[in-house]
T-cell receptor
Framework: GAVVSQHPSRVICKSGTSVKIECRSL??????MFWYRQFPKQSLMLMAT?????????EQGVEKDKFLINHASLTLSTLTVTSAHPEDSSFYIC?????????????FGPGTRLLVL | RKEVEQDPGPFNVPEGATVAFNCTYS??????FFWYRQDCRKEPKLLMS???SGNEDGRFTAQLNRASQYISLLIRDSKLSDSATYLC??????????FGDGTTLTVKP
């Protein structure tokens, strides 16, 4: 199946710093990537939809100036958590669709655990 | 009301048991449906798509009832390795995915 990688897998940072998370589709071109956040014992919450070459579409309640998304190529999307605070600590997961008939199937990256002290 | 609702669980069953999970969705315009499996502290992985005609993959059977807006997953002959959280996922025609909160299954020896 399609492979999606994320980097870093885990990050600990001080409050007020910015953290960049990369999401790459390794063996396919992903026209659309999704960014999710998951708090303990809760389900995945979609933060934004990222389309290559255009601005991301953010879900209601997600601050676009705080969570900057860049989808510069068909294989890379980045999420930057700006001025992170302890309440931003979470599991951030990206996913990508392969397009065509399989477009609806999402392939998830391994996730990034963010801990803001 | 949540867009996608699942059995709260947890389900604790012995090896070899048959267990069924239910999921309901509120958006009648939903187009496609999936079951994902998520292991503790890992990303979700696609288990199977769900079709109106029903589909089976080994010990797993998924059913969709569009009239009742209801999806199910049946696991037969449970294995220890089936222990995980099972997520019901519903896509709209706009391509947006909505996840249920998940149902946790623990299969015990």
């Amino acid at each position: 199946g399609a492979v999606v990688s994320q980097h870093p897998s885990r990050v600990i940072c001080k409050s007020g710093t910015s953290v960049k998370i990369e999401c790459r589709s390794l063996d396919f071109q992903a026209t659309t990537m999704f960014w999710y956040r998951q708090f303990p014992k809760q389900s995945l919450m979609l933060m934004a939809t990222s389309n290559e070459g255009s601005k991301a579409t953010y879900e209601q309640g997600v601050e676009k100036d705080k969570f900057l998304i860049n989808h510069a190529s068909l294989t890379l999307s980045t999420l930057t958590v700006t001025s992170a605070h302890p309440e931003d600590s979470s599991f951030y997961i990206c996913s990508a669709t392969t397009g065509g008939l399989s477009q609806e199937t999402q392939y998830f990256g391994p996730g990034t655990r963010l801990l803001v002290l | 009301r949540k867009e996608v609702e699942q059995d709260p669980g947890p389900f604790n069953v012995p090896e070899g048991a048959t267990v069924a999970f239910n999921c309901t969705y509120s958006n009648s315009a939903s187009q496609s449906f999936f079951w994902y499996r998520q292991d503790c502290r890992k990303e979700p992985k696609l288990l199977m798509s769900v079709y109106s005609s029903g589909n089976e993959d080994g010990r797993f059977t998924a059913q969709l009832n569009r009239a009742s807006q209801y999806i199910s997953l049946l696991i037969r002959d449970s294995k220890l390795s089936d222990s995980a959280t099972y997520l019901c996922v519903v896509n709209t025609n706009a391509g947006k995915s909505t996840f249920g909160d998940g149902t946790t299954l623990t299969v015990k020896p």
